[in-house]
């Protein structure tokens, strides 16, 4: 499967504040996929990007897959503590089944 | 739909036991997957099924065993426990092919081996 590389590993924000994790491959992607997963949860799925340029957005959540298909961010406005949790990108893997990134843990400060 | 369930939710093994961690989903998926998941390093694939009867490796298959004999169920046999494999495992499925990656995980089963 694709490598994808993912920084950065932690993130404290104080709550309000901005938070940016980014995703990158060495090789074009044909998609990228995000997740979150809540502290002793599971992964969840957010979103799928498939288009060079892509950006969408879910209420304070913005997703992006750069033009060349190499890279992706999730970028969450105004963090609030039900923010906390680990975001992962996947990047295609054999089969279909996606390659996950190591994760971004983000914590937010009340 | 219960969608994926796993089962134990907790397990304790000691070293050089057996055990097999179940995964059932009612969603009549064709991919199933097992992924290990260890502090750091995010997940990891296992094992992974494209339908019933058809398996195959991921990055890290050494010391894990799978069969998928019907489309709902993907059991990872653990053939001797080993402390390297204290993690915590989850199971995932999606409907398969081209556009439809999305994955569905269960809630994980965390293994201790002593």
């Known amino acids: 499967g694709q490598q994808v590389m993912q920084i950065p590993q932690y993130q404290h924000v104080q709550e309000g504040e901005d938070f940016t994790t980014y995703c990158n491959s060495s090789?074009?992607?044909?998609?990228i996929q995000w997740y979150k997963q809540r502290p002793g949860g599971h992964p969840v799925f957010l979103i799928q990007?498939?288009?060079?340029?892509e950006v969408k957005k879910q209420k304070r959540l913005t997703f992006q897959f750069g033009e060349a298909k190499k890279n992706s961010s999730l970028h969450i406005t105004a963090t609030q503590t039900t923010d906390v949790g680990t975001y992962f990108c996947?990047?295609?893997?054999?089969?279909?089944?996606?390659?996950f990134g190591r994760g971004t843990s983000l914590i937010v400060h009340p | 739909n219960a969608g994926v369930t796993q089962t134990p939710k907790f397990q304790v093994l000691k070293t050089g036991q057996s055990m097999t961690l179940q995964c059932a989903q009612d969603?009549?998926?064709?991919?199933m997957s097992w992924y290990r998941q260890d502090p750091g390093m995010g997940l990891r694939l296992i094992h992974y099924?494209?339908?019933?009867?058809?398996?195959d490796q991921g990055e890290v298959p050494n010391g894990y065993n799978v069969s998928r004999s019907t489309t709902e169920d993907f059991p990872l046999r653990l053939l001797s426990a080993a402390p390297s494999q204290t993690s915590v495992y989850f199971c995932?499925?999606?409907?398969?092919?081209?556009?439809?990656?999305?994955?569905?995980f269960g809630p994980g089963t965390r293994l201790t081996v002593t």
């Open positions: 995932a499925s999606s409907y398969g092919g081209e556009g439809s990656y999305e994955q569905y």
């Open positions: 090789t074009t992607l044909s998609n």
């Open positions: 990007l498939v288009k060079s340029g």
């Open positions: 996947a990047g295609p893997g054999g089969s279909y089944i996606p390659t």
């Open positions: 969603m009549n998926h064709e991919y």
């Open positions: 099924s494209v339908g019933a009867g058809i398996t």
